[in-house]
């Protein structure tokens, strides 16, 4: 997909050289599991049949 924002690398090196986590990360999945819970509340049986085990909002 075109316009299609992929996810930050979980971790980045901090100052200090040591790894440490991706707050950009953390926000993209917390921003991506609202959609995809926007998603699924708005869908009835048989639709949400197809989506209830995706992993993102993509996936959905």
């Known amino acids: 997909m075109k316009d299609e924002v992929p996810c930050p690398e979980s971790t980045i090196t901090g100052e200090n050289g040591e790894l440490q986590t991706n707050p950009a990360a953390t926000m993209w999945l917390r921003i991506d599991q609202l959609i995809f819970g926007w998603i699924n ?4 049986d048989r639709p949400l049949s197809q989506v209830i085990n995706s992993e993102s909002s993509n996936d959905a």
């Not at 509340?41 to 009835?44: A, E, R, T």
Request: charged share 0%.
């Open 41 to 44: 509340s708005s869908l009835y």
